[in-house]
C-alpha cells in the first residue's frame, strides 16, 4: 500500500511546492511576457532568509513565521532591483531578457557559494517535526505544511487579482496596455509591483524548499524548469491550470522517481510535458485573454 500512497503524498506537496514558484512566474511571465530564469534564485534567497532567521530568533517555531514575510520582502525586493536595472529595459525583447536573466541567475549562484560552500542548514520547526498517518503512511508534517502554504499563496493571489484596485489594474494592462494606459493607469508602476510580488511568492516558496530538502546552490535550478513547465502546460495566464499542472508533474515525477531513479523521472516528466505540448500547445486550458482572473 505504501508503494502507491507514498509517491502520491509526497508528489502532492512536491506539486504544491512548484506551484507556489509557478505562480510567480505566472505573473512575470504569463502577463509581463518576462522569461526569468533567476526566478529561482528568488527561492534560494527565501531558503537564505529562512537560515538567518533562525540565527536571529532561536526558537525555530517563530523563526519560521518571521521567515514568512521576510522572505516575501526580501526576494520581492531582489526582483524590483532586477526589473530596474535590467528588465525594463528589455520588455520588448523576451529573448534578451532570457540571457540576461541566465546571467544574474549565475551571478547570484557564485555569490552564495562564495558565502557558503557548503550550503546553510535550516533545522526543522518543532512544530513540523511529527507525521500524520494517512492511509498507514507516515507523512511528515513539514510536507503538510508546504501544501497548507501553497493553497494560501493561491488564494491570496486570487483574491488580490479578482477584488483589488491593484489587482484590476493589473488585469486591464494585461489585456491592453495603450487603452489602460489612456485611462490613466501608470502601467510601468503597475509592472514593477507585478514583479515585486511574483518574485516575494519564490521567496515564500524558498522558506517551504528549505524544510523538504537541502538548500545549496542548485536549489533553484531544480525547481525553475518544472516551474516554467507547470506554467506553460497549464495555460499562459489561468491559475486553475497552474494547479492543475503542478499536481499532476508533482506526482508524476515522484511515481517514476519510485521505479527508476530521481534524475532519470524529471527527464521522463519533461518529455512527457513536451509531447503533452505538441497536442496541446495552449497548455490545459485555452487563453481567452491575457488575464489571470
Not at 67 to 96: K, N
Not at 105 to 128: N, T
Amino acid at each position: 500500500m505504501d508503494t502507491l500512497i507514498a509517491p502520491l503524498l509526497n508528489g502532492t506537496a512536491d506539486g504544491a511546492l512548484l506551484l507556489i514558484a509557478a505562480l510567480g512566474l505566472a505573473l512575470t511571465f504569463g502577463q509581463m511576457g518576462v522569461i526569468n530564469m533567476a526566478h529561482g534564485e528568488f527561492l534560494l534567497a527565501g531558503a537564505v532568509c529562512a537560515y538567518w532567521t533562525q540565527q536571529l530568533v532561536s526558537n525555530t517555531d517563530v523563526s519560521i513565521l518571521v521567515a514568512l514575510p521576510v522572505a516575501f520582502l526580501l526576494a520581492g525586493a531582489l526582483g524590483v532591483l532586477l526589473e530596474v536595472t535590467i528588465i525594463q529595459w528589455m520588455y520588448d525583447r523576451p529573448l534578451d531578457t532570457l540571457l540576461a536573466t541566465v546571467g544574474v541567475s549565475l551571478a547570484l549562484q557564485q555569490i552564495f557559494l562564495q558565502k557558503y560552500p557548503s550550503g546553510v542548514p535550516v533545522e526543522k520547526p518543532g512544530l513540523l517535526d511529527g507525521q500524520w498517518t494517512v492511509f498507514g503512511y507516515a507523512w511528515p508534517l513539514r510536507q503538510v505544511f508546504t501544501i497548507v502554504l501553497a493553497l494560501l499563496c493561491l488564494a491570496a493571489l486570487g483574491a488580490m487579482l479578482k477584488y483589488t484596485s491593484f489587482g484590476r489594474r493589473i488585469r486591464a494592462t494585461v489585456q491592453n496596455r495603450a487603452l489602460a494606459e489612456t485611462l490613466g493607469v501608470a502601467t510601468r508602476s503597475v509592472d514593477r509591483i507585478t514583479f515585486f510580488v511574483g518574485s516575494g511568492l519564490a521567496g515564500v516558496g524558498g522558506v517551504a524548499a528549505s524544510l523538504i530538502g537541502g538548500t545549496n546552490s542548485q536549489l533553484g535550478t531544480k525547481y525553475i524548469i518544472l516551474a516554467f513547465l507547470v506554467v506553460v502546460a497549464g495555460g499562459l495566464g489561468q491559475l486553475r491550470g497552474a494547479v492543475i499542472a503542478a499536481w499532476t508533474v508533482g506526482v508524476v515525477t515522484a511515481y517514476l522517481a519510485d521505479w527508476t531513479t530521481g534524475s532519470l523521472a524529471q527527464v521522463i516528466t519533461f518529455v512527457l510535458v513536451v509531447i503533452f505540448l505538441q497536442v496541446k500547445p495552449q497548455g490545459l486550458f485555452t487563453v481567452r485573454t491575457r488575464g489571470l482572473a
